[in-house]
């Protein structure tokens, strides 16, 4: 199959755009027995190897550069993948919104071992400790980390690397510092905490003790969010933009748009390749739940 370029066009005025190619032979064929499901969400680790976060057995599938399933894990802990986020000390962080199931969020390291798991499976609550519908996570410099519980719940919450429970905020509305499910969130540079606030359709900016800083609107309808080396936001988008809008991660200008997908989630390696993953079955229906595009 020939290469697909899709190009960046017009977008909120931006004229001039990143060019990327569609690498139609990435990822390779899945090992026999196993089989695709929606992948919610992408990741890379601080080897290189990107992850795809999928429902369907087995739920975490590890690959080299070259597209090779090199490793798989995690049966035994999820129900409903859904966030998946690689922390500044080479840990892995994991939400099971698994309403039912699931309702954790789980610490492991790049071979698939549990170091810390929070909330109770098959419990939902409010609480310090229970979780309704968690969507994703990050984790700060200093090892604190921020929980999305967007599906249920309508707020931030805040632990320390230990996973003590330290502030929350958040409820369901359209204000500063409301939310109505917020989807995916990140720390950027600065250690502003950028929360995508999916059906407000804007990204909401604090600090991390939960002050309201400003908000964007010029990325759509945020479902995943990555910021990368030079400092560049990447977000995902399947319902609005269909695609991947990116700018500048510190004033919020559009730099350019990547076509040809539907994504969930984002992820970006060294080289500004872009990986998605998708759970729509694939832009115009061809399938593909997982892509790379390739920088030019």
């Not at 894990?73 to 080479?90: C, I, K, M, N, Y």
Request: no cysteine.
């Amino acid at each position: 199959m020939a290469a697909l370029i899709f190009t960046g066009g017009l977008v909120s005025g931006v004229s001039q755009a990143q060019d990327y190619v569609l690498d139609p032979n990435w990822p390779k064929p899945l090992p026999d027995g196993i089989e695709w499901g929606q992948t919610p969400n992408v990741t890379i680790d601080q080897d290189g190897f990107i992850y795809a976060f999928h429902r369907a057995e087995p739920p975490v599938m590890k690959f080299d550069a070259e597209g090779n399933m090199v490793d798989s894990w995690g049966s035994e802990w999820v129900s409903l993948p859904h966030g998946f986020r690689a922390a500044p000390d080479g840990s892995l962080w994991a939400t099971d919104f698994h309403p039912s199931t699931g309702n954790t969020v789980t610490k492991f390291d790049t071979s698939g071992r549990v170091l810390l798991r929070l909330g109770a499976r098959g419990f939902s609550g409010v609480g310090p400790n229970t979780f309704n519908g968690p969507a994703d996570s990050a984790v700060a410099a200093n090892g604190d980390l921020f929980v999305v519980d967007g599906h249920g719940n309508n707020r931030i919450v805040k632990f320390n690397k230990e996973g003590r429970y330290l502030m929350e905020w958040g409820h369901k509305g359209s204000g500063p510092g409301e939310f109505d499910l917020p989807h995916t969130i990140v720390i950027d540079s600065r250690g502003r905490v950028l929360v995508g606030d999916r059906s407000n359709h804007r990204i909401q900016i604090f600090d991390q003790e939960g002050n309201y800083i400003t908000e964007w609107d010029q990325f759509g309808w945020p479902s995943g969010m990555f910021i990368d080396h030079n400092d560049i936001l990447y977000v995902a988008d399947y319902q609005s933009k269909r695609g991947v809008t990116y700018g500048n991660a510190e004033t919020g200008e559009v730099l350019g748009f990547i076509e040809g997908s539907e994504p969930e989630g984002v992820v970006v390696d060294a080289d500004g390749n872009v990986y998605t993953g998708e759970v729509t079955g694939g832009e115009g229906g061809d399938g593909m739940i997982m892509r790379k595009f390739i920088k030019q």
